[in-house]
């Protein structure tokens, strides 16, 4: 070498080390400023942290050279502007770039590892890898690896092939192929790192590794799979100019630095482990700047591999600008959240703190007691408001208890037990009333606004009222209304409440089996509370409330006692004045109450519990009742709550009439309400097919609107209705508009006879609110008898009389049910060829009672027979051998129905002698009465019912006992219309109807005019 050169190389030598001094000094200033992060630019000296990382950086620049062990080295030599290169005849000794070209590989799961900067990685279950670099470690050489990132998802099978991953593989044959694939699920750029730190783990196979980044690489080729060993490439930064918009950049990432580091304090700690790590940061070295700053940042791992594999240095600092924008603006959101919920958290613990300081000087103040004396307090004002009125026993026991009560302890178990006792005697109406009305005018018009007919139940409530009236109080009469489901029974007591200004409280006791329900429990027991009358005055607040016990014929008995037995005292007025529960055992007045029961039937009710009861009988509606009672109530109660705007839909008389007559046969209109709210939801639904829409409308504008559809609906009708439903149309229109409303709305809740009519009313009262016009412009629809079928299904009682003409042997009968009355058939045949000659078999489910009537009627038809035989009636003789030389069979069809009862003798004697006579019985008459064996003919119950089941079946003609013709004549003349009567006292009346022929004429219009009389 000769001498000029041995020159340059001795200054070259010398200016490095200048340069490494320099940086020296700078490491200590940073460290003895214990990397302040506070922003003290504006000062003179700038003591903050990016101030001495500027001026430490803004020496003269280093020559882009890179040691062996290199950790001050950049990523790769790139040449900025103003660094002049190195020239080809200086001593540069031989980097690890030209010495590493095969390395170990180790795997990163999280992010990659940028140059210059530290990263721990932590090895497991690779025994070979451990092996290799702890052997390095131990001969005291430096450890290289190359760190690659884990691709997000593995590689499909057999895409370890160089043209998959572009990696060059030896020629191996197949184990060079297997060393690619394995491989090919990590990234192709990677980062040469230097080992700095080994520290072994649990087991051989595990370590944790401290690794430097030094430079980019990129795997060419796998050279080995346990470890796994690449060859390599070692990539430099591209040539890059630094202008202004470069310089720009590299200001504006110092910048966001800085904010970041204001921002979050995790960045601070991040960032000075970091320098303690490296020492320092070349802010002059743009390449080493971004990577600094790509490593503080949280992007996704596949953003971050993309900026390790982007070679161009202005590109790289742009995505890592927009990186560290992101970072920014989250650590904003993240302070603006932490803002929040610390300001929530503060102000309610202020709050906490601000009532702990009230509470406590209020107390110290005396003008807040504790707990127990706020509760002492409380009752007393309580019962101070009602302490005039109550009994003196009742008034000496709640001061026993306020005196018990401040002597005890919070925590005690008999606190919570007194406490309890008090509430529930200091809540109860002692005295209280409310002002009973007797007005007969505005209670018959109740009366008649909420219910249609029922005129003995109307007149019977007037007679009560009078009576009350005159007496001062309405008490001392418990009154039982009896009859079958859907007549209206708990309308009609709520009307009562309603007549006489009382409240109103109602409870069931059907299945009632525990007495304590009725009388309370014992204040001893866990859970213990008063009986349900006691419950009804701390409701209702009134010591004078209308009760309504609901399903008295249901109640059960079990091994808690016999509930029937304990309403006894209850309803007994001559004992209710003392009534005791367990729960208060105090004695409580309830002599004011007024008791309504409800039943469907008395054959249940105990008789002592009965005897207590006056009962009022509703047995049903008839036809025309049930007509009015649709077109007065249900149909605009239906039309409100299907949303139908009035005048558009409309239902024909005729088929009203048959939905009554083929689809609700039952006494009450409960199934005619269901049916009327199906038919007009169907009619809904075609509404809505046909363009109806709802539309909003203010409040003001509500009246206008309406009466604008109502006519437009009655045009509609008159355009396009059938012919004989124009005026119905007309009618349910102008109904369901506005003109009924009051009655509609009231009917409907109480009117409907049970049918569920709460609801109704509350839904009625509730539409007009909403403000929701109908609009509909098209032809209203009109429902006709045809078209009930595809609305309803087909109809179950299309026909009830199954025999146009009566055989012999087959008479109708009527019957009463708890459902309403019924007609039935008896049938008698003859059995061919029986041998037990004069044997009488029954079948139809026929109860005790009901085989005993028919043994009678066949004993009463042999004698009859005999008895005309005996007379000379030749007919007869012969029809008298046939019942005592045969054997009979006498059925009673709906087998599956149970029956029972005496009043079915003159139908099952009548039946037996047109069997043995061979005579029919007229087809239009029906008969009922009990047969003695002497041929009298006895009263029956029920006899409204079974004149409404003849008028549903068509029947003309009935036959009833003499002894039940004053409840005959007592029916209204609407529910006797078209029923011819006849009044028997002995069979022979009832044989000259039915099978006599000589003088049936002549007995009929007896029975006519015995009829209309």
Not at 315 to 322: E, K, T
Not at 488 to 498: M, N
Not at 712 to 721: L, Q
Request: hydrophobic content about 40%; charged content about 25%.
């Amino acid at each position: 070498m000769s001498s000029p050169a041995l020159q340059r190389s001795l200054l070259l030598l010398g200016s490095r080390r200048r340069l490494q001094l320099q940086g020296n000094c700078a490491l200590w200033e940073l460290q003895r400023a214990r990397f302040s992060t506070a922003d003290d630019d504006s000062s003179g000296g700038g003591s903050g942290l990016l101030k001495k990382i500027w001026r430490a950086g803004m020496g003269p620049p280093k020559p882009k050279e890179e040691a062996a062990g290199g950790g001050d080295s950049s990523s790769g030599g790139a040449s900025s502007s103003g660094s002049r290169p190195a020239r080809d005849d200086a001593l540069v000794p031989s980097g690890p770039e030209r010495r590493h070209h095969k390395v170990f590989v180790v795997e990163l799961t999280r992010k990659p590892l940028f140059p210059g900067i530290y990263t721990p990685v932590i090895i497991s279950k690779n025994e070979a890898l451990v092996k290799e670099i702890m052997d390095v470690k131990k001969q005291g050489a430096h450890a290289y690896v190359g760190a690659f990132l884990k691709r997000p998802e593995p590689s499909a099978p057999g895409a370890g092939t160089a043209s998959a991953t572009g990696l060059w593989v030896p020629e191996e044959g197949a184990q060079g192929a297997a060393g690619a694939d394995a491989a090919s699920h990590l990234h192709d750029i990677g980062t040469f790192a230097q080992v700095h730190t080994v520290l072994t783990g649990d087991s051989s196979d595990s370590a944790q590794l401290l690794l430097l980044g030094h430079r980019r690489i990129r795997k060419t080729a796998v050279l080995s799979t346990d470890p796994l060993r690449v060859h390599i490439e070692h990539l430099r930064d591209e040539s890059y100019t630094s202008d202004d918009i470069l310089k720009a950049t590299s200001m504006e990432i110092v910048n966001t630095m800085r904010d970041l580091l204001q921002l979050n304090p995790l960045y601070g700690e991040q960032f000075r482990t970091l320098l303690s790590l490296t020492g320092s940061i070349d802010l002059q070295d743009m390449s080493r700047l971004v990577d600094a700053a790509a490593s503080l940042t949280s992007a996704d791992e596949a953003t971050l591999q993309g900026v390790l594999e982007q070679l161009s240095v202005p590109d790289r600092a742009r995505m890592v600008l927009g990186l560290l924008k992101k970072e920014v603006e989250l650590c904003k959101l993240q302070a603006d959240i932490r803002e929040q919920v610390e300001g929530k958290i503060v102000k309610e613990q202020r709050r906490m703190l601000l009532m702990e300081q009230l509470k406590s000087i209020k107390k110290e103040l005396g003008l807040e007691r504790d707990d127990k004396s706020a509760l002492l307090q409380r009752f007393q004002a309580r019962w101070d408001e009602k302490q005039a009125k109550a009994p003196p026993d009742v008034a000496k026991a709640v001061q026993d208890e306020l005196d018990k009560l401040g002597g005890l302890e919070p925590v005690s178990p008999e606190f919570n037990i007194t406490r309890t006792y008090l509430d529930w005697l200091t809540s109860l109406p002692w005295g209280a009333t409310t002002q009973e009305m007797f007005d007969l005018d505005r209670a018959k018009k109740i009366l008649d606004d909420e219910h249609y007919g029922l005129e003995d139940v109307k007149d019977r409530i007037l007679e009560f009222i009078a009576v009350s009236h005159l007496r001062g109080s309405a008490q001392g009469k418990i009154l039982c209304l009896v009859g079958p489901p859907g007549v209206g029974k708990t309308s009609i007591g709520r009307s009562i409440a309603h007549a006489l200004n009382r409240k109103y409280y109602r409870f069931s006791v059907g299945g009632l089996h525990d007495v304590a329900e009725i009388k309370g429990h014992r204040r001893t027991y866990v859970g213990a509370m008063p009986g349900k009358l006691v419950q009804c005055l701390k409701s209702t607040q009134s010591s004078n409330p209308l009760v309504l016990i609901d399903e008295v014929d249901k109640l059960g008995r079990g091994h808690s006692g016999d509930p029937a037995s304990a309403l006894l005292e209850l309803l007994d007025p001559e004992q209710n004045s003392a009534f005791l529960d367990h729960y208060l055992d105090l004695p409580l007045d309830l002599s004011k109450v007024l008791f309504v029961c409800t039943a469907n039937s008395l054959d249940t009710i105990p008789g002592p519990l009965l005897d207590r009861m006056e009962v009022i009988r509703l047995s049903g509606y008839a036809h025309d009742e049930k007509r009015a009672i649709a077109r007065r109530y249900l149909e605009p109660a239906a039309a409100t709550d299907a949303g139908v705007p009035p005048g558009s839909v409309a239902m024909a008389d005729e088929a009203l009439d048959t939905l009554i007559g083929e689809y609700c046969r039952e006494a009450g209109v409960r199934n005619l309400k269901k049916h009327i709210d199906k038919l007009y939801r169907k009619a809904a639904l075609k509404l809505v097919k046909a363009g109806a829409r709802p539309v909003k409308q203010e409040p003001e504008a509500a009246a206008g609107a309406k009466e604008v559809v109502k006519e437009g609906s009655k045009e509609g009708a008159d355009e396009g209705a059938k012919e004989g439903a124009e005026e119905r149309a007309k009618d349910g229109a102008k109904e369901g508009s506005g003109s009924e409303a009051p009655a509609s709305s009231s009917s409907a809740g109480n009117g409907s006879k049970g049918a569920g009519s709460s609801g109704s009313k509350d839904a009625a009262a509730a539409k007009p609110a909403a403000k929701v016009l109908v609009e509909y412009d098209g032809p209203p629809i009109v429902i006709s008898k045809p078209d009930l079928k595809g609305y309803v299904g087909q109809a179950p009682f299309s026909k009830d009389r199954f025999y146009e003409t009566t055989p012999p042997g087959v008479v109708m009968g009527l019957a009463w049910t708890s459902m309403g009355g019924a007609t039935l058939y008896v049938e008698a045949a003859r059995v061919a060829g029986a041998e037990a000659k004069g044997a009488l078999t029954t079948t139809g489910q026929l109860g005790d009672v009901f085989r005993e009537s028919t043994a009678i009627a066949h004993t009463y038809a042999r004698n009859f027979l005999a008895g005309l035989a005996a007379r000379g009636d030749a007919g007869a003789k012969e029809a008298a051998a046939v019942l005592a030389g045969s054997a009979l069979h006498v059925h009673v069809p709906a087998g599956a129905t149970p029956k029972d009862g005496p009043s079915a003798g003159c139908t099952l004697a009548t039946a037996l002698l047109s069997l043995a006579l061979g005579r029919p019985v007229r087809p239009d008459l029906a008969m009922t009465g009990e047969l003695t064996l002497t041929g009298c003919v006895l009263p029956i119950g029920g006899v409204k019912e079974k004149v409404l089941a003849a008028r549903r079946s068509g029947v003309k003609c009935v036959v009833f006992p003499e002894g039940n013709r004053h409840e005959y004549e007592d029916l209204a003349p609407e529910i006797k219309e078209g029923v011819e009567a006849h009044f028997v006292s002995s069979y022979d009346q009832v044989y000259d109807l039915a099978l006599g022929h000589h003088t049936q004429g002549q007995h009929a219009g007896e029975g006519a005019a015995a009829g209309q009389a």
